[in-house]
């Protein structure tokens, strides 16, 4: 299994049709072309096609699938392994501007 990575699933990436792009390359990635997709940290939790995916139980379960089998991967960042650690570093660092994908602004940090 070659482990590729996708710009369609880039956090800017965020429009209807781009997020139906995002899903059929993922599809085709690993259903046609028998790959592993391998997202950054920043399309894990800012892109809107995994949380729009995160939103609905059957998909939920679908991406826990996918991780779970080795079909989909996320990349380490420097000296943070984890999506939360991305997350919390992120809000520590007192950004004006955290995700766009995320119901959360950055004056919400507490939530």
Do not use: W
């Amino acid at each position: 299994m070659k482990s590729v990575y996708l710009f369609e699933l880039d956090s800017v990436k965020n429009r209807d049709e781009q997020v139906i792009k995002a899903q059929r390359a993922l599809f085709d990635e690993i259903v046609c072309n028998g790959n592993c997709v391998v997202l950054s940290l920043n399309q894990l939790v800012d892109s809107r096609m995994i949380m729009s995916m995160l939103n609905s139980e059957e998909y939920y379960d679908v991406l826990v699938y996918l991780f779970c089998n080795g079909y989909l991967k996320y990349s380490q960042y420097n000296d943070v392994h984890t999506p939360s650690q991305y997350l919390q570093k992120s809000i520590e660092d007192n950004r004006s501007f955290i995700y766009s994908a995320l119901p959360v602004k950055s004056n919400q940090k507490y939530l």
